[in-house]
């Protein structure tokens, strides 16, 4: 039996498509029409303000604009439809577009680059589309803080765990929970805003990188796309895309924000906690056990997460390296950014939903409360104020009346007065006030604190700022 050659063999496996040689190589690694498709919207965009500002300054014609304006929309439509063939030997989306208007309108599509290029107009259609984007991320931002807020608003006196290193601390309430993560979202939301506006300048008719000899009027394009006004550098316009890091940046915050949530929800779940139960809709089950209800929307909020971080790694390995201006590593910056603006989307849709869907379970939550001693604190609180006493003492006399506790298998509330005399004489009867889950998280009450009654201040906060 002969034996293949496996170095031939594994060049069968891999060569299939580019059994043409280096030609059909570089072809398959410098298009970009694959994904940069997605930007066809801002690309149309950005052409139409240029057209109208070249015939605005007399580079063309009002006849030229007119077959520009048309031809354009025409191709949008097609696109809109499924109805235009993307042509991968034409690289990426600004040329399949230009092509198809030229052969649409004759001399006029070629006359529509002039005073701009490709590493414009690229620079131009990305912060186009990470703008939409932010404003799109932003929406839904706002629409999780209001799921959050609405299982707050309804469990402002809902007592619950507070945990530090996973284990029982202070009790606290599940609405003051889910007002932490409004917090968290909310400088999700100011971050996406304030990178919108650090965006929000136009690269277009900085052309190469030097900008161009022709009379183009580089404030009113910026003016015709929304921008504040021309970005101020045409070197730094086509080489920078800070404002696609700062972009991930922002996301992979947001992520994060959310997948501590997620993650919260895989314990909470788990019928070893049994906090709170997520319906049919955003559980699934199992191939073999039918008792099984896994919390795949969370793990997955948590997975995506994973994903949105290593895109920014990705596209910060990307620009470390290259010197001014423009190199094809940037063509690299897309599929990245595209990828973690969608995962994103996702996540918050997804955790939006699942706090519709989430029940709690309030007697679980309320037993859980008070265990681990977790009214420790108070008692020494107590100490401090009723005793005089100093709080390193009564951080002492309190741990030795949890060990007591601990030993005879009650929880603070559990000793008599005589037993906690025994470590400390002067307490009196007016200590079990102070020692049930409630009393603590009502005690709680400096600002930002646990208190119900402060809970539900800054539930009214929000809702008005939302509103």
């Keep these: 039996m002969s034996i293949p050659n496996t170095i031939e063999a594994g060049n069968q496996m891999w060569g299939g498509r580019y059994a043409e040689g280096p030609s059909a190589i570089m072809a398959e690694i410098n298009a970009s029409i694959g994904f940069d498709r997605k930007m066809w919207r801002q690309d149309i965009r950005g052409s139409l303000a240029h057209a109208r500002m070249l015939a605005q300054v007399g580079i063309i014609t009002a006849e030229d604009l007119t077959a520009i304006e048309q031809g ?93 290193h996973l284990q029982p601390a202070q009790p606290t309430t599940l609405g003051h929970h889910m007002m932490a993560y409004v917090e968290m979202l909310s400088r999700d939301l100011s971050r996406m805003r304030d990178a919108r506006n650090r965006l929000n300048e136009c690269p277009l008719g900085a052309a190469a990188l030097c900008g161009t000899g022709f009379p183009i009027d580089r404030h009113a394009t910026a003016a015709a796309l929304g921008f504040a006004g021309p970005t101020r550098n045409s070197l730094d316009s086509v080489a920078s895309r800070d404002f696609a890091l700062e972009f991930l940046a922002t996301c992979a915050i947001c992520a994060t924000h959310l997948s501590r949530f997620a993650e919260e929800l895989v314990i909470w779940t788990n019928p070893s906690f049994g906090f709170v139960k997520l319906g049919d809709g955003m559980t699934t089950g199992s191939s073999i056990m039918p008792q099984k209800r896994n919390p795949d929307a969370a793990e997955l909020v948590r997975g995506k997460t994973g994903r949105i971080n290593g895109a920014l790694v990705g596209l910060l390995t990307v620009m470390k390296g290259l010197a001014l201006t423009y190199a094809k590593d940037m063509q690299e910056d897309k599929e990245g950014v595209f990828d973690a603006a969608e995962s994103l989307a996702l996540c918050l849709a997804a955790t939006a939903a699942m706090l519709r869907d989430m029940k709690p379970n309030l007697n679980r939550m309320a037993e859980a409360a008070g265990a681990g001693f977790s009214t420790a604190t108070d008692l020494a609180d107590w100490l401090v104020r009723e005793l005089k006493m100093p709080f390193r003492d009564a951080h002492h006399v309190t741990g030795r009346l949890v060990a007591q506790a601990e030993a005879m298998g009650v929880d603070l509330a559990g000793l008599t007065l005589r037993e906690m005399q025994t470590v400390e004489p002067r307490i009196t009867d007016g200590v079990f006030g102070v020692l049930t889950p409630a009393a603590s998280a009502a005690s709680r009450t400096s600002y930002g604190g646990t208190a119900p009654a402060n809970v539900a201040v800054m539930v009214q906060y929000w809702q008005e700022k939302l509103a």
Excluded: Y
């Excluded at 991320?137 to 006196?157: K, P, S, Y």
């Design 72 to 164: 354009l929309e025409q191709i949008g439509q097609d696109i809109a439809a499924g109805k235009f063939a993307f042509d991968a030997t034409l690289e990426d989306i600004h040329l399949n577009i230009e092509a198809r208007l030229t052969e649409r309108i004759g001399e006029a599509g070629k006359r529509l680059h002039t005073g701009r290029s490709r590493n414009d107009q690229v620079a131009t259609d990305m912060r186009l589309w990470v703008r939409d984007a932010m404003d799109g991320l932003a929406g839904q931002i706002e629409d999780c803080m209001r799921a959050f807020l609405g299982v707050a608003a309804a469990h402002t006196t809902t007592l619950m765990p507070g945990f530090t």
